[in-house]
């Protein structure tokens, strides 16, 4: 309220705290390993040093963190000096593989994909580089060409498994603590059983929080999370 007492939007306000912070940008580094030590371990090496083998394959559900490891390989290899090319299911392959490959979202290869990402495995078993593709199923299941689903088994193969309730909560008290925030468990708790499970939202509703306790002026308590997510939840 301003002093002539009318009321004052405040919405212009929040909106540039919220805008002003962006994250960091996907990598080992920032990414919750929760029970997928292996896998990280093995893909972080194999884009590190190179491995033997040539294709290795990562699914599992959405929220999993397949499209955050991709792009750290991109970011780690991209340092190196290494030649790299991330690819989405919507953008056509190269005819001819060289360096490093990353596929997304290998189920939504249209025919001609399909066919080209079987022709470059083959190149790779040939020498001519190394894929790592994502999926959201093991490769037995994924509704591609079998001659594709079969190569994809022939690698190493990972499955990213979801974040604990409690790998969560410990996520959301870091970018709280990052970010100079106090994160009462009741909130983390709240956050996690009412809202949208997937950590990339909840740690988006803990950047919001972030925001919207500075604007307002308040500590972070259970009303003000449930005033901020009947706007935002």
Known sequence: MSRDGTLLDLRPMRQMILDIRPDAPPGFDNFLVGANGEAIVTLHGWVASGAPECVLYLWGEPGTGKTHLLRAAESACREQGREVHLLSAGQPLPATLSGLLLVDDVEGLDAAGQVALF???NQAREGAGHIVASGGAAPATLALREDLRSRLAWGLVFRLLPLSDADKL????????????????????????HCRRDLPHLLALVDGLDG???????????????EFLRDHG
């Open 119 to 121: 022709n470059l495995i």
């Open 212 to 226: 919207f306790s500075l604007s307002m002026k308040r500590p972070l308590t259970l009303p003000l999370v449930r």
């Open 170 to 193: 410990g996520a959301l008290r870091g970018r709280a603590a990052a970010r100079g925030l106090e994160l009462p468990d009741e909130v983390g708790r709240h956050l996690i059983t």
